[in-house]
């Protein structure tokens, strides 16, 4: 599982907020997942959406692709429509 990292707390909490990131196909369609498009990413991945947690930077480890900034808004937006905004 690879995770996709947002600094979303102030630089001092020593956190961030991540979602998890598979390369196994999905059936589940948004907001569970969303299929990334970028080229940066080493393989086909899905966001899956409703595995958020909060990590410590030190257990972040080193980058392996980036979301579009316009993925990450979708990303925000199925929180948002699983939390019942």
Excluded at 13 to 28: E, H, L, M, N, P
Excluded at 37 to 49: A, E, G, M, V
């Amino acid at each position: 599982m690879l995770i996709l990292s947002h600094q979303v707390f102030n630089e001092r909490s020593g956190t961030v907020i991540v979602v998890a990131i598979t390369s196994q196909a999905q059936r589940a369609g948004f907001p569970l997942t969303l299929k990334l498009s970028s080229p940066t990413l080493p393989k086909p991945s899905w966001i899956k959406i409703s595995q958020i947690r909060t990590l410590s930077v030190e257990r972040i480890g080193k980058k392996l692709g980036s979301a579009e900034p316009e993925e990450l808004t979708q990303v925000v937006e199925g929180l948002l429509e699983l939390l019942g905004d």
